[in-house]
């Protein structure tokens, strides 16, 4: 049986977790930035993934998963042989669109190639590819390998037998595909991410909490319960009688404290120092990428869990 390829083209910490979830589920995966070095550099810290994911039973053969990773110095010798290639490049419309341009001439006839934009639109730079039928937005949590939902945003071309192919692709190495039915800037994961940071933020800005405090309200409240279940479950299981009576109930408290929301408007300087200065005092600037592993760690045995679950 043929080991299926994946090409991962730009390698910062998406596409480094994109590599970590393909080899993960058996695939081979050739690793390709334009950076001198970076893919180099991504694929060391793939090799660390991996570990310390089997360390949790998440991996079953690290050495093996990494074994199948290999790092590419041309773009053209990344997408040989390619079942499946994902762009994770900066978030900029023309840059993308320039890259598209480029794997649409290089990947192989009918490879599907997948977009990481976290909120820019498909139609803003795959509209004039000439294989735009094959390439669509797959935007991943961060980091994909440990948070696995991946929004499958199709434009205005695609057809749902594609749209159903690149799912089904990306729910047989373990994410969680769901489909954005329409074209909205930042999808939904980052939509529903914005209403909560812009909130927290406006919360510091207006004299309401310190940073500190407000981070574990989240950790030790919304947190713990929307790390098993989403809003509506919550909705349907905090009244008697499920999400309806819930609604009737409650809804009206949502609609005013809604009405007081300060998620549109910029993000006071003051408020940025005070948040940052919460931060350093928390976690120094020295030992931020330890926490970051720290994070993925805890990732890591929480998903443990969950398959328990």
């Known amino acids: 049986m043929r080991i299926m390829r ?15 979830a393909f080899a993960r589920a058996g695939w081979s995966v050739s690793l390709w930035d334009h950076a001198p070095g970076a893919a180099a550099l991504a694929l060391s810290s793939v090799k660390m993934a991996l570990d310390d994911m089997a360390s949790v039973g998440l991996v079953a053969d690290p050495s093996a998963a990494a074994a199948r990773i290999r790092v590419s110095d041309t773009l ?43 909120s820019i639109v498909g139609s803003r730079f795959l509209s004039e590819i000439p294989g735009r039928d094959r390439c ?15 929004e499958v945003a199709p434009s ?10 690149v799912c089904g692709l990306l729910a ?21 991410q914005t209403a909560v940071v812009n909130e927290a933020v406006a919360l510091v800005a207006r004299g309401v909490i310190d940073p500190a405090d407000l981070d574990a309200v989240m950790k030790h409240s919304l947190g713990l319960r929307w ?31 809604g009405r007081d929301l300060h998620v549109g408007e910029a993000w006071p300087d003051d408020a940025l120092r005070t948040i940052e200065d919460s931060r350093r005092q928390e976690t120094p600037r020295a030992e931020v990428g330890e926490r970051m592993r720290w994070r993925d760690r805890a990732l890591m045995r929480l998903m443990s869990l969950k398959d328990k679950l």
């Open 6 to 20: 994946a090409g991962i083209i730009g390698t910062g910490l998406i596409g480094r977790g994109w590599a970590t």
């Open 76 to 118: 053209p010798d990344a997408l040989q042989d390619t079942d499946y290639v994902q762009e994770s490049v900066p978030e900029d419309a023309e840059i993308k669109r320039g890259v598209f341009e480029l794997l649409d001439r290089y990947a192989p006839a009918g490879v599907p190639i997948g977009s990481s934009s976290s």
């Open 136 to 150: 669509i937005v797959a935007h991943p949590a961060n980091p994909p390998h440990l948070m696995p939902v991946v």
């Open 156 to 165: 205005l071309w695609h057809d749902e037998a594609f749209v159903a192919e």
């Open 172 to 192: 047989s190495i373990g994410q969680v595909p769901v489909v954005v039915r329409k074209e909205i800037e930042g999808f939904v994961m980052n939509r529903l």
């Open 227 to 257: 790390a098993l279940m989403g809003p509506f479950e919550t909705m349907d299981l905090n009244a008697p009688n499920g999400f309806l009576d819930y609604a009737t109930r409650y809804g009206h408290l949502y609609q005013s404290m």
